[in-house]
């Protein structure tokens, strides 16, 4: 590997460029909106915020080990992430309309269900460029 080069290729770095976001996105709602966390998770009201900060904290290790398995390209990894960025993806994005045309019970308010179904796009497209490396390349190659 030549210096300056930071043993990532393209795929690696958009599935922990979607981790980072998706957490980023996590904390942000928290902080902007607390209760849609507890709308969604149907979490009890007035018990304050700990239920929503230990589902954070679990969250956050649990996308740590997966960016720590990217980082170090475990197969494991790999495989777990393309089918939750296809299947999640693909999903995700019908049951966002769905919920936003008041078929399916809507958890949120409209604007989660938007942003819902763009993470869903978003992921789906992932999955996708996941699967054109790993056809040239392997688990973890550069689509």
Excluded: H, K
């Excluded at 290790?61 to 939750?84: C, E, H, M, N």
């Amino acid at each position: 590997m030549a210096s300056g080069e930071s043993g990532l290729n393209r795929t690696q770095g958009l599935v922990l460029g979607f981790f980072v976001f998706a957490w980023v996105s996590l904390v942000a709602i928290m902080v902007a909106a607390p209760g849609v966390y507890d709308q969604i998770l149907r979490l009890p009201g007035g018990e304050g915020r700990s239920p929503a900060l230990v589902f954070l904290a679990v969250l956050s290790v649990f996308l740590s080990l997966l960016g720590v398995g990217v980082v170090r390209s475990w197969r494991w990894t790999f495989w777990l992430a393309l089918v939750a960025f296809v299947v999640g993806g693909a999903l995700r994005v019908p049951a966002s309309f769905l919920q936003l045309a008041g078929v399916l019970l809507a958890t949120g308010p409209a604007w989660y269900a938007l942003l819902q179904a763009f993470l869903g796009v978003v992921q789906f497209a992932i999955g996708l460029a996941m699967l054109a490396g790993c056809r040239r390349a392997g688990a973890w190659g550069s689509f």
